[in-house]
């Protein structure tokens, strides 16, 4: 395996990740301007409130870290390839397996629909895919996430890319300097996920 344990702790310790490229090989990125989601400035609709308040979905972390990243990965309509290869979810699951990647899940009458998995290493977590089978699955496991992250002392919440979905909750771009000026920072922050 060439994406090693030791290989992606040491790459997301310095704001580098990596996504494999429809030629099958894996390339290591490190946006300019980076996207992050400030965890103080986080932002919910309120017509998500309410989705959350009915309750629709039960949200569990770390019981389907499997099954969230190959949803993740799974092509759809407008999305034919994905960024996650094969590679990328063997070494992602050894990380899961190791405690470093984790994912956040809901649930709907017993079946997963919808959820997100990323890394966490000390203060930082980096969000890496998320997918959405229901409306507002997707949404309600990053309310969850948040919240959670917010619990626990997290200082960092890294998006990588900025999307418009992400931008509704509150995300923003910095010049990668900013970033790892963040980064170090939070490195410096014990938490546990």
Request: proline share 4%; with cysteine.
């Amino acid at each position: 395996m060439r994406l090693r344990p030791e290989l992606l702790l040491s790459a997301y310790s310095q704001g580098w990740f990596p996504m494999a490229h429809e030629d099958g090989e894996i390339y290591w990125h490190e946006p300019e301007p980076r996207a992050i989601l400030p965890l103080d400035a986080f932002h919910v609709s309120r017509s998500l409130m309410r989705t959350i308040k009915k309750g629709l979905f039960s949200v569990r972390r770390d019981t389907a870290f499997t099954a969230v990243i190959h949803a993740c990965a799974a092509s759809k309509p407008g999305r034919e390839s994905t960024w996650i290869s094969d590679e990328i979810i063997d070494a992602y699951t050894l990380l899961h397996r190791l405690g470093y990647a984790h994912s956040v899940e809901t649930w709907r009458d017993g079946r997963l629909v919808g959820g997100l998995y990323g890394v966490a290493l000390q203060g930082l977590f980096a969000g890496e895919s998320m997918f959405s089978d229901e409306t507002d699955a997707s949404k309600v496991a990053l309310v969850h996430l948040v919240n959670h992250l917010r619990a626990r002392h997290f200082q960092l919440l890294d998006v990588q890319y900025m999307t418009a979905h992400l931008r509704r909750f509150g995300a923003v771009e910095i010049p990668a300097e900013s970033y790892r000026q963040r980064l170090e920072a939070a490195l410096k922050v014990t938490a546990v996920f």
